[in-house]
Antibody, heavy 120, light 111 residues
């Protein structure tokens, strides 16, 4: 079955760039209609959508984060990535990658999440 | 600052019916479908309801969703101890260039 796995540094210094990759297995990232998204959850708080990307490169960003977010897809590696620049302590969160059924649809498969702490 | 408002908590005894509300606006729930996610302690969210009332394969039929106007509800009938979790509503919001918004979340406690 479809599985998603986040990977990347667990500790990032303030003002630096957070970089995460989500590796998809059990299915193709190039499947038609599906988007691939990033969602985060600060410790003890709720969920916040960050961005979604289609395999062709079409993207949607949360307006509140858009100026700092870059996403990309590598179809040859069946993975997609997130970069968040100029991080602060407020960016400390568990970051999830997930499959989205369409550009405005639900997230039906999720990775287990990875905690990223912003601290010097 | 979510645009979808949920009660912070709800509770019930085993076997009871619990309902969680999700209040939005015309640009999100009022014009798009609603999804619900269950997050068990220490785990990733799981899709529980999509397109207002549809259940993914494997979700028990004691979970049901509904939508009316700019509000939605999730009902859990026959509450079980394993239902103790956080529940989030979510929907696409058409403001600005569009964004996917989650509700504030509701902690369900089984007494």
């Amino acid at each position: 079955q479809l599985q998603l796995q986040e990977s990347g540094p667990g500790l990032v210094k303030p003002s630096e760039t957070l970089s995460l990759t989500c590796t998809v297995s059990g299915g193709s990232i190039s499947s038609s209609s599906h988007y691939w998204g990033w969602i985060r959850q600060p410790p003890g708080k709720g969920l916040e959508w960050i961005a979604s990307i289609y395999y062709s490169g079409s993207t949607y960003y949360n307006p509140s984060l858009k100026s700092r977010v870059t996403t990309s897809v590598d179809t040859s590696e069946n993975e997609f990535s997130l970069k968040l620049s100029s991080v602060t302590a407020a960016d400390t969160a568990v970051y999830y990658c997930a499959r989205q059924r369409g550009p405005a649809e639900d997230f039906d498969h999720w990775g287990q999440g990875t905690l990223v702490t912003v601290s010097s | 600052q979510s645009v979808l408002t949920q009660p912070p908590s709800a509770s019930g005894t085993p076997g009871q019916r619990v309902t969680i509300s999700c209040s939005g606006g015309s640009f999100n729930i009022g014009s798009n479908t609603v999804n619900w996610y269950q997050q068990l302690p220490g785990t990733a969210p799981r899709l529980l309801i999509y397109s207002n009332y549809q259940r993914p394969s494997g979700v028990p039929d004691r979970f049901s969703g509904s939508k009316s106007g700019t509000s939605a509800s999730l009902a859990i009938s026959g509450l079980q101890s394993e239902d103790e979790a956080d529940y989030y509503c979510a929907a696409w919001d058409d403001t600005l260039n569009g964004l996917y918004v989650f509700g504030t979340g509701t902690k369900v406690t089984v007494l």
